[in-house]
């Protein structure tokens, strides 16, 4: 069966960082694109970050541009997000996703596969 579990939220200072994993099982993880997203209280779910399966091609959320990083271990089958500079405003819930089609998965976030998400808080 498969399964992507998130883990590394946790409530930081602004200014600070953190670093997500997901963990995929049960799918052939170097065949999928692997993307971020993150929903806030009241707003719709939004892309964060994605990673093709070959590691070579990254795309961001304009949000997202210098201050995160997406990065996977194919041999590990775990996708991690980087995540610096946080602000207030980065609160959410993040939420890993796997697809074979990184461009729907981005525009339409249509995904095969969804984990259940890891709350990332940020203080003022």
């Known amino acids: 069966q498969a399964q992507l579990v998130e883990s590394g939220g946790g409530l930081v200072q602004a200014g600070g960082s953190l670093r997500l994993s997901c963990a995929a099982s049960?799918?052939?993880?170097?065949?999928?694109?692997m993307a971020w997203f993150r929903q806030a209280p009241g707003r719709e779910r939004t892309f964060v970050a994605a990673?093709?399966?070959?590691?070579?091609?990254?795309y961001y959320a304009d949000f997202a541009k210098g201050r995160f990083t997406i990065s996977r271990d194919n041999a590990k089958n775990t996708v991690y997000l980087e995540m610096n500079r946080l602000s207030p405003g980065d609160t959410a819930v993040y939420s890993c996703?796997?697809?074979?089609?990184?461009?729907?998965?981005?525009?339409?976030?249509?995904?095969?596969?969804w984990g259940q998400g890891t709350q990332v808080s940020v203080s003022s």
């Open positions: 996703a796997a697809a074979r089609n990184v461009v729907t998965l981005i525009s339409r976030s249509r995904a095969e596969y």
């Open positions: 049960g799918i052939t993880f170097s065949e999928n694109a």
């Open positions: 990673i093709n399966w070959a590691t070579t091609d990254t």
